[in-house]
């Protein structure tokens, strides 16, 4: 018989008053969620053979390298950066706004990481609800490959993230340290861990440490600061991973910090009807960078909570506000066609996932129906996307 922890787990954007209840309940015969969970081992049993997932796996000879040639950096190229047809080099490297090389593809760290983030997410939610070490065991090694193993660790920045070729030092100024916003789900994951004899101590302590270097990367590195200046989704999210690694450190401070500089943004991003200009003008997928941004600020309101900072109903002088950016978005979700940005090139406007999750956070966030209606009248959900919303962003939050 699995033995049930009447501990709530140390994480921060899902909500961990109502896992711990979902688990209790099921403990009690409550079968509500069973075929939610049941989905999600099959998911969980698919991630058992993900990985290993490490940085430095690029192509020979290795002139694809940080400066310091260390394959324990993080590296990416820029992916709206194309070479040069003007110069016989192809550098340095023009823009293409939302036209993406092909060539990133060549270097597989982002794609790792992204994998490496959602296995583990996938796999300590199925071992929190199920209690089956096989899944902690196999997210825990994973986590130690990318963190902790010394032949295969990534160092604690990201400093070569999209990388502009040709640029100033011949890797450019890098804007790329949104490519890790998925930490934001691996302290999370983590913290669903915690009960598995397959993490220990010194796993814990060690991946702490990984993280606080990695946090103070953040805070002091001109990357960093530069990304924490801008204005646009890289500052949003600049601010969510900086918020959800300092409250994974118990560094308070820092989160305040943080959330102060969203309020500025709200302010910055979100015009009195809810348009996001930063995301549209002169953008070639406004859609997709509205409801991206707006993710991030959600994700951002979430954490915020943590602290006792309410964003969600954080409004400037002139009243915009997270939920006016949403509501600006709502009516195109009903009738895409009258989005205008025609010149958009975004896939499914108005159908795409970000928008769904969205909608269905606001419906609890904001005890409004008509968010869930609306989700309801536009979308035909998929078994999997039923699953997500139920016991991934719908569980985030309170409710009734």
């Given at each position: 018989?699995t033995?049930?922890?009447?501990?709530?787990?140390?994480?921060?954007?899902?909500?961990?008053?109502?896992?711990?209840?979902?688990?209790?309940s099921?403990?009690?015969?409550?079968?509500l969620?069973?075929s939610?969970?049941?989905?999600?081992?099959?998911?969980?049993?698919?991630?058992?053979?993900?990985?290993?997932f490490?940085?430095?796996?690029?192509?020979?000879?290795?002139?694809?390298?940080?400066?310091?040639?260390?394959?324990?950096?993080?590296?990416?190229?820029?992916?709206?950066w194309?070479?040069?047809?003007?110069?016989?080099?192809?550098?340095p490297y023009?823009r293409?706004?939302?036209?993406?090389?092909?060539?990133?593809d060549?270097?597989?760290?982002?794609?790792?990481?992204?994998?490496?983030?959602?296995?583990?997410?996938r796999?300590?939610?199925?071992?929190?609800?199920?209690?089956?070490?096989?899944?902690?065991?196999?997210a825990?090694?994973?986590?130690?490959?990318?963190?902790?193993?010394?032949n295969?660790?990534?160092?604690?920045?990201?400093?070569?993230?999209?990388?502009?070729m040709?640029?100033?030092?011949?890797?450019?100024?890098r804007?790329?340290?949104?490519?890790?916003?998925?930490?934001?789900?691996?302290?999370?994951?983590?913290?669903?861990?915690?009960?598995s004899k397959?993490?220990?101590?010194?796993?814990q302590?060690?991946i702490?440490?990984?993280?606080?270097?990695?946090?103070?990367w953040l805070?002091?590195?001109?990357?960093?600061?530069?990304?924490a200046?801008?204005?646009?989704?890289?500052a949003?999210?600049?601010?969510?991973?900086?918020?959800?690694?300092?409250?994974?450190?118990?560094?308070?401070?820092?989160?305040?910090?943080c959330?102060?500089?969203i309020?500025?943004?709200?302010?910055?991003?979100?015009?009195?009807d809810?348009?996001?200009?930063l995301?549209?003008?002169?953008?070639?997928?406004?859609w997709?960078?509205?409801?991206?941004?707006?993710?991030?600020?959600?994700h951002?309101?979430?954490?915020?909570?943590?602290?006792?900072?309410?964003?969600?109903?954080?409004?400037?002088?002139?009243?915009?506000?997270i939920?006016?950016?949403?509501?600006?978005?709502?009516?195109?979700?009903?009738n895409?066609?009258?989005?205008?940005?025609?010149?958009?090139?975004?896939?499914?406007?108005?159908?795409?996932?970000?928008i769904?999750?969205?909608?269905?956070?606001?419906?609890?966030?904001?005890?409004?129906?008509q968010?869930?209606?609306?989700?309801?009248?536009?979308?035909?959900?998929?078994?999997?996307?039923?699953?997500?919303?139920?016991?991934?962003?719908?569980?985030?939050?309170a409710?009734?």
């Amino acid at each position: 018989m699995t033995v049930i922890s009447r501990q709530s787990p140390r994480i921060f954007l899902l909500n961990a008053d109502k896992l711990l209840q979902i688990k209790e309940s099921r403990t009690s015969g409550d079968r509500l969620f069973d075929s939610a969970i049941n989905q999600l081992s099959q998911i969980a049993d698919k991630a058992l053979k993900d990985g290993p997932f490490r940085v430095g796996e690029r192509p020979q000879p290795d002139a694809l390298l940080s400066p310091e040639g260390d394959k324990h950096d993080y590296f990416s190229l820029a992916p709206y950066w194309w070479p040069n047809p003007n110069t016989p080099d192809g550098l340095p490297y023009i823009r293409k706004d939302g036209e993406r090389n092909p060539d990133t593809d060549k270097i597989p760290d982002a794609k790792n990481l992204n994998g490496m983030v959602n296995s583990v997410a996938r796999l300590t939610l199925a071992y929190y609800f199920t209690g089956k070490e096989v899944y902690a065991k196999h997210a825990a090694d994973l986590l130690r490959i990318w963190f902790l193993a010394e032949n295969t660790r990534m160092n604690p920045n990201m400093a070569y993230a999209q990388v502009i070729m040709g640029m100033n030092d011949g890797y450019g100024k890098r804007h790329g340290i949104i490519e890790a916003h998925g930490f934001i789900y691996v302290v999370d994951s983590i913290g669903l861990l915690a009960e598995s004899k397959d993490w220990n101590l010194k796993d814990q302590y060690e991946i702490q440490q990984w993280f606080s270097q990695y946090l103070e990367w953040l805070l002091t590195s001109d990357n960093g600061k530069d990304e924490a200046e801008a204005s646009n989704n890289h500052a949003t999210w600049y601010a969510a991973q900086a918020a959800a690694i300092a409250l994974f450190l118990d560094k308070k401070e820092i989160v305040t910090r943080c959330l102060q500089r969203i309020q500025a943004l709200i302010a910055d991003q979100i015009k009195p009807d809810g348009q996001q200009p930063l995301e549209t003008e002169r953008r070639t997928q406004p859609w997709y960078y509205s409801t991206f941004n707006l993710n991030g600020l959600f994700h951002v309101a979430a954490l915020a909570e943590r602290v006792g900072i309410d964003l969600w109903n954080y409004r400037t002088a002139d009243d915009r506000s997270i939920r006016k950016a949403l509501d600006y978005l709502v009516p195109f979700v009903l009738n895409p066609s009258k989005w205008p940005y025609k010149k958009d090139i975004s896939k499914n406007i108005g159908k795409d996932k970000n928008i769904t999750v969205l909608l269905r956070q606001a419906s609890v966030r904001y005890r409004d129906q008509q968010y869930l209606e609306i989700i309801q009248k536009s979308y035909q959900l998929d078994e999997l996307d039923k699953l997500n919303m139920l016991i991934g962003w719908c569980v985030r939050e309170a409710w009734d």
